[in-house]
């Protein structure tokens, strides 16, 4: 395929990668995912936005030769997750004259993974500005999205905000553009949960930082860019500021169908009180779709049996990883079934200290829930339906 042109002599040189299924050893990848990178020339020098991850280097090598590309002066890093750092090597070595634009703090850390030779680079300070004669590039230090050394790049002459991971979704398009909104949303709240999720506060400092800056075109480094850039920052607005939805996330875990049959009646009961239930079976779940359910959930009940003393390895890996993404729940408790005893209680409580949650009393049943059992949910239906509404929760 031809590189695509953005603007004149603005050309998508990036990596889509249809088959990918796993990122970061971690993250489901349902849609692929794609490494965008960017080709800007300006009337005096010529910079490259990033790179691709090193399996698809060959890609972005392609699209450079196809451009008769001679000569690159800067190329920005803006992260140095290798997802869009891993190609700079074989960028360098190919365009001898090339410098790494970056951020001391990015320049560390690419010497660190990608022993990049120190004379390669210049560092850029938050706010300066770099020309390419009639194109002015402007960095703009973006910490924690994705990582401390984060930072953006705004065009000035074509109001175009490279914005690398910030706004990204992991899919995998043929058009350039958005053109499924709603596709585009889902994948990008997919990205926001497990990536940028645990930096909320962070996310909220950048999005005040870069709305002053006109802008005609979010360029992300994963996923199609935005030609209506406001759809995107409307979402991130709502995922970072907006108070928990009346909604609850229901992980849980069964073995032999107990814990299974409470999860069940706790689900009715609380649909019947006008609470919205997000229900997981976490042996075939897309961990992806419980961590984006976590990102408007005002609580989370996991249901667990206890396995040899202790939780079911599976819930102990969700609320472990619940923890990490600290979501924005305000209650928090268990339900679930066991034979004779153990610690299923204290071992998953203390694996949540990111969470600023109330708990709510656990329902434990011996064996098989009984009458007590089912009236102890209905009770904890009630008190999750009071506490919603009492914190306005809608
Ligand atoms: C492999 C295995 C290990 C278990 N270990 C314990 C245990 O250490 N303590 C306990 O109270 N119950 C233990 N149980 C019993 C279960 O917690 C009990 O059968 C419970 O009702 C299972 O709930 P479920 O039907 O939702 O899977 C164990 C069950 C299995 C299958
Ligand atoms: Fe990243
Ligand atoms: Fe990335």
């Known amino acids: 395929m031809k590189p695509r042109e953005i603007r004149r002599g603005i050309y998508f040189v990036g990596a889509v990668d249809w088959d990918r299924r796993l990122f970061d050893s971690l993250i489901p990848l349902p849609d692929g995912t794609s490494y965008n990178s960017y080709l ?7 910079a490259l936005i990033d790179t691709v991850d090193p ?3 060959q890609v972005l090598i392609n699209y450079l030769d196809s451009l008769k590309v001679k000569n690159i002066d800067y190329l920005i890093a803006h992260h140095a997750e290798q997802d869009h750092s891993g190609s700079i090597p074989v960028v360098l070595e190919k365009y001898p004259k090339a410098k790494v634009v970056c951020n001391p703090r990015c320049k560390g850390m690419l010497i660190d993974l990608l022993l990049i030779p120190e004379d390669r680079f210049i560092t850029v300070e938050d706010k300066e500005t770099i020309s390419l004669g009639d194109r ?5 230090y973006a910490p924690w999205v994705h990582w401390p050394e984060t930072m953006l790049t705004y065009l000035r002459e074509e109001k175009i905000l490279f914005t690398c991971d910030f706004f990204g979704s992991h899919l995998a398009a043929s058009d350039p553009y958005v053109t499924d909104e709603g ?3 889902e994948s990008a709240k997919r990205y926001y949960a497990e990536i940028m999720m645990p930096f909320r506060t962070n996310i909220q400092k950048n999005l005040e930082k870069i709305k002053d800056y006109p802008v005609d075109i979010i360029a992300p480094s994963h996923g199609p860019m935005y030609d209506k850039p406001e759809f995107i920052i409307k979402a991130y607005h709502s995922w970072a500021f907006d108070e928990p939805k009346n909604i609850v996330v229901l992980p849980y875990v069964s073995m ?9 009646y706790l689900v009715g009961a609380l649909a019947q009180r006008g609470v919205t239930v997000k229900q997981f079976d976490l042996t075939v779940t897309d961990l992806g779709k419980l961590a984006m359910s976590l990102v408007d959930a005002a609580t989370i009940v996991v249901g ?3 396995v040899l003393a202790g939780p ?3 819930a102990v890996y969700a609320v472990f990883l619940a923890n990490a993404l600290r979501p924005n729940l305000k209650f928090a408790t268990i339900i679930g079934s066991y034979g004779w005893g153990g610690k299923t209680v204290e071992t998953l409580t203390a694996l949540i200290p990111n969470l600023k949650v109330e708990i709510f009393d656990p329902v434990l ?3 098989y829930p009984r009458e007590a059992d089912f009236k102890a949910l209905e009770n904890l239906a009630e008190a999750i339906a009071r506490k919603h509404k009492e914190q306005g929760f809608a």
């Open 304 to 306: 667990v049996p206890t």
């Open 365 to 367: 049943a011996k064996g």
């Open 136 to 140: 002015t590039l402007e960095f703009i």
């Open 183 to 185: 596709q585009v949303y």
């Open 256 to 264: 032999h169908g107990s814990t299974r049959s409470m999860v069940a």
């Open 40 to 46: 800007i020339n300006g009337s005096e020098k010529t």
């Open 312 to 314: 079911h390895p599976n």
């Open 55 to 57: 399996t698809m280097t």
